[in-house]
T-cell receptor
Protein backbone atom coordinates (compact mmCIF):
# COMPACT_ATOMS: atom_id res chain seq x y z
CA UNK A 1 0.00 0.00 0.00
CA UNK A 2 1.45 3.36 -1.01
CA UNK A 3 1.78 5.81 1.83
CA UNK A 4 1.06 9.51 2.06
CA UNK A 5 3.24 11.43 -0.39
CA UNK A 6 4.48 14.97 0.10
CA UNK A 7 6.59 17.35 -1.95
CA UNK A 8 8.94 19.04 -1.83
CA UNK A 9 10.88 17.45 1.01
CA UNK A 10 12.90 20.59 1.71
CA UNK A 11 12.37 24.26 0.90
CA UNK A 12 14.39 27.34 1.74
CA UNK A 13 12.90 30.76 1.09
CA UNK A 14 13.35 34.31 2.25
CA UNK A 15 10.80 36.07 4.41
CA UNK A 16 7.92 37.66 2.55
CA UNK A 17 8.22 35.09 -0.26
CA UNK A 18 5.48 32.57 -1.06
CA UNK A 19 5.66 28.78 -0.84
CA UNK A 20 3.34 25.88 -1.58
CA UNK A 21 3.34 22.29 -0.36
CA UNK A 22 1.60 19.35 -1.96
CA UNK A 23 0.13 16.21 -0.41
CA UNK A 24 -1.33 13.05 -1.91
CA UNK A 25 -3.14 10.95 0.71
CA UNK A 26 -3.61 7.21 0.82
CA UNK A 27 -6.16 6.12 -1.74
CA UNK A 28 -9.65 5.94 -0.27
CA UNK A 29 -8.90 8.08 2.77
CA UNK A 30 -11.59 10.67 3.19
CA UNK A 31 -9.90 12.78 5.85
CA UNK A 32 -6.75 14.81 5.26
CA UNK A 33 -4.82 16.82 7.83
CA UNK A 34 -2.06 19.43 7.67
CA UNK A 35 0.12 19.84 10.74
CA UNK A 36 2.87 22.29 11.60
CA UNK A 37 5.69 20.94 13.72
CA UNK A 38 8.10 23.51 15.09
CA UNK A 39 11.45 22.20 16.35
CA UNK A 40 11.11 20.73 19.82
CA UNK A 41 7.31 20.63 19.75
CA UNK A 42 4.65 18.14 18.83
CA UNK A 43 2.61 18.44 15.64
CA UNK A 44 -0.08 21.14 15.72
CA UNK A 45 -3.14 20.77 13.53
CA UNK A 46 -3.55 23.58 11.00
CA UNK A 47 -6.48 22.32 8.97
CA UNK A 48 -8.58 19.18 8.57
CA UNK A 49 -10.54 18.23 5.45
CA UNK A 50 -13.32 15.66 5.15
CA UNK A 51 -13.41 14.88 1.43
CA UNK A 52 -13.16 18.39 -0.06
CA UNK A 53 -14.83 20.24 2.81
CA UNK A 54 -13.08 21.94 5.74
CA UNK A 55 -13.86 20.40 9.13
CA UNK A 56 -11.50 22.41 11.34
CA UNK A 57 -9.25 25.35 10.47
CA UNK A 58 -9.37 27.07 13.84
CA UNK A 59 -5.58 27.17 14.18
CA UNK A 60 -4.79 28.17 10.60
CA UNK A 61 -3.38 31.73 10.37
CA UNK A 62 -5.75 32.72 7.65
CA UNK A 63 -4.10 36.04 6.92
CA UNK A 64 -1.15 34.20 5.37
CA UNK A 65 -1.98 30.49 5.17
CA UNK A 66 -4.44 28.88 2.78
CA UNK A 67 -5.23 25.30 1.88
CA UNK A 68 -7.44 23.52 -0.56
CA UNK A 69 -8.38 19.98 -1.42
CA UNK A 70 -9.87 19.97 -4.86
CA UNK A 71 -11.85 16.86 -5.86
CA UNK A 72 -11.36 15.46 -2.37
CA UNK A 73 -7.98 13.86 -3.09
CA UNK A 74 -4.74 15.87 -3.31
CA UNK A 75 -4.22 18.96 -1.22
CA UNK A 76 -2.00 22.04 -1.29
CA UNK A 77 -1.00 24.28 1.57
CA UNK A 78 0.25 27.77 0.76
CA UNK A 79 1.99 30.43 2.80
CA UNK A 80 1.97 33.98 1.46
CA UNK A 81 3.93 35.90 2.66
CA UNK A 82 6.19 33.76 4.81
CA UNK A 83 7.57 34.89 8.15
CA UNK A 84 10.62 33.70 10.05
CA UNK A 85 8.39 31.94 12.60
CA UNK A 86 6.92 29.75 9.83
CA UNK A 87 10.14 27.72 9.79
CA UNK A 88 8.96 24.23 10.66
CA UNK A 89 8.19 20.78 9.30
CA UNK A 90 4.80 20.62 7.60
CA UNK A 91 3.21 17.22 7.92
CA UNK A 92 0.35 15.85 5.92
CA UNK A 93 -1.67 12.93 7.25
CA UNK A 94 -4.72 11.02 6.13
CA UNK A 95 -7.24 8.67 7.68
CA UNK A 96 -10.25 6.66 6.58
CA UNK A 97 -12.57 9.19 8.12
CA UNK A 98 -14.75 6.95 10.25
CA UNK A 99 -17.55 8.95 11.76
CA UNK A 100 -17.62 9.68 15.45
CA UNK A 101 -14.16 8.58 16.48
CA UNK A 102 -10.51 9.45 16.21
CA UNK A 103 -9.04 7.36 13.37
CA UNK A 104 -5.53 6.10 12.98
CA UNK A 105 -3.70 8.80 11.06
CA UNK A 106 -1.03 7.93 8.50
CA UNK A 107 1.67 10.53 8.08
CA UNK A 108 3.75 11.64 5.15
CA UNK A 109 7.49 12.30 5.35
CA UNK A 110 6.96 16.03 5.84
CA UNK A 111 8.33 19.15 4.19
CA UNK A 112 11.04 21.00 6.09
CA UNK A 113 10.64 24.74 5.50
CA UNK A 114 13.37 27.21 6.38
CA UNK A 115 12.55 30.91 6.17
CA UNK A 116 15.60 33.18 6.12
CA UNK B 1 -9.89 22.63 25.85
CA UNK B 2 -7.83 19.56 25.03
CA UNK B 3 -4.29 19.46 26.34
CA UNK B 4 -1.53 16.82 26.48
CA UNK B 5 1.53 17.03 28.70
CA UNK B 6 4.62 14.88 28.38
CA UNK B 7 6.80 16.03 31.28
CA UNK B 8 10.04 14.49 30.05
CA UNK B 9 11.66 15.80 26.87
CA UNK B 10 14.50 13.31 27.20
CA UNK B 11 14.61 9.87 28.78
CA UNK B 12 17.61 7.57 28.82
CA UNK B 13 17.61 3.99 30.14
CA UNK B 14 19.85 0.96 29.79
CA UNK B 15 19.00 -2.02 27.63
CA UNK B 16 16.97 -4.55 29.58
CA UNK B 17 15.71 -1.99 32.09
CA UNK B 18 12.04 -1.07 32.41
CA UNK B 19 10.88 2.09 30.68
CA UNK B 20 7.93 4.36 31.35
CA UNK B 21 7.04 7.40 29.28
CA UNK B 22 4.59 9.67 31.04
CA UNK B 23 1.55 11.31 29.47
CA UNK B 24 -1.11 13.37 31.20
CA UNK B 25 -4.11 14.88 29.51
CA UNK B 26 -6.81 17.43 30.13
CA UNK B 27 -10.23 16.93 28.58
CA UNK B 28 -13.73 17.25 29.91
CA UNK B 29 -15.29 14.61 27.70
CA UNK B 30 -14.55 10.95 26.99
CA UNK B 31 -10.99 10.80 25.65
CA UNK B 32 -9.37 8.64 23.01
CA UNK B 33 -5.63 8.30 23.62
CA UNK B 34 -2.84 7.28 21.29
CA UNK B 35 0.90 6.83 21.29
CA UNK B 36 2.70 7.70 18.06
CA UNK B 37 6.38 6.95 17.46
CA UNK B 38 8.98 8.30 15.07
CA UNK B 39 12.12 6.22 14.55
CA UNK B 40 15.21 7.81 13.08
CA UNK B 41 14.65 8.77 9.41
CA UNK B 42 11.14 7.31 9.42
CA UNK B 43 7.66 8.75 9.41
CA UNK B 44 5.51 9.36 12.41
CA UNK B 45 3.43 6.22 12.92
CA UNK B 46 0.86 4.84 15.31
CA UNK B 47 2.27 2.64 18.07
CA UNK B 48 -0.91 1.88 19.97
CA UNK B 49 -4.31 3.24 21.00
CA UNK B 50 -6.08 2.75 24.27
CA UNK B 51 -9.27 1.26 22.89
CA UNK B 52 -7.32 -1.62 21.35
CA UNK B 53 -5.90 -2.66 24.73
CA UNK B 54 -3.12 -4.54 22.96
CA UNK B 55 0.63 -4.80 23.35
CA UNK B 56 2.72 -3.58 20.43
CA UNK B 57 6.46 -4.32 20.35
CA UNK B 58 6.18 -5.13 24.06
CA UNK B 59 4.69 -1.73 24.91
CA UNK B 60 1.45 -1.29 26.80
CA UNK B 61 -0.46 1.75 27.98
CA UNK B 62 -3.40 1.94 30.34
CA UNK B 63 -5.84 4.80 30.41
CA UNK B 64 -6.31 6.03 33.98
CA UNK B 65 -9.25 8.43 33.94
CA UNK B 66 -8.90 9.21 37.64
CA UNK B 67 -5.33 10.44 37.20
CA UNK B 68 -5.97 11.58 33.59
CA UNK B 69 -2.90 9.67 32.49
CA UNK B 70 -1.91 7.32 29.68
CA UNK B 71 1.63 6.27 30.47
CA UNK B 72 3.53 4.02 28.05
CA UNK B 73 5.41 1.11 29.59
CA UNK B 74 7.75 -1.68 28.57
CA UNK B 75 9.31 -4.11 31.05
CA UNK B 76 12.58 -4.69 29.20
CA UNK B 77 13.87 -1.97 26.88
CA UNK B 78 15.64 -2.84 23.65
CA UNK B 79 18.05 -0.70 21.63
CA UNK B 80 15.60 -0.53 18.73
CA UNK B 81 13.12 1.25 21.01
CA UNK B 82 15.21 4.42 20.74
CA UNK B 83 12.91 6.95 19.09
CA UNK B 84 10.72 10.00 19.58
CA UNK B 85 7.42 9.20 21.26
CA UNK B 86 4.32 11.40 21.13
CA UNK B 87 1.17 11.03 23.18
CA UNK B 88 -1.98 12.24 21.39
CA UNK B 89 -5.52 12.97 22.51
CA UNK B 90 -8.66 12.69 20.43
CA UNK B 91 -11.92 14.12 21.61
CA UNK B 92 -15.21 12.26 21.74
CA UNK B 93 -16.70 12.01 18.29
CA UNK B 94 -13.94 14.07 16.74
CA UNK B 95 -11.09 13.04 14.51
CA UNK B 96 -8.82 15.92 15.52
CA UNK B 97 -5.73 14.97 17.55
CA UNK B 98 -3.83 17.13 20.01
CA UNK B 99 -0.22 16.03 20.45
CA UNK B 100 2.13 16.39 23.38
CA UNK B 101 5.59 17.84 22.86
CA UNK B 102 7.18 14.42 22.70
CA UNK B 103 9.78 12.43 24.64
CA UNK B 104 13.04 11.34 23.08
CA UNK B 105 13.84 7.88 24.40
CA UNK B 106 17.42 6.63 24.20
CA UNK B 107 18.28 3.05 25.08
CA UNK B 108 21.90 2.65 26.06
CA UNK B 109 23.67 -0.65 25.35
Amino acid sequence: EAGVAQSPRYKIIEKRQSVAFWCNPISGHATLYWYQQILGQGPKLLIQFQNNGVVDDSQLPKDRFSAERLKGVDSTLKIQPAKLEDSAVYLCASSLGAQGKADTQYFGPGTRLTVL
Amino acid sequence: AQRVTQPEKLLSVFKGAPVELKCNYSYSGSPELFWYVQYSRQRLQLLLRHISRESIKGFTADLNKGETSFHLKKPFAQEEDSAMYYCALGGQGAQKLVFGQGTRLTINP
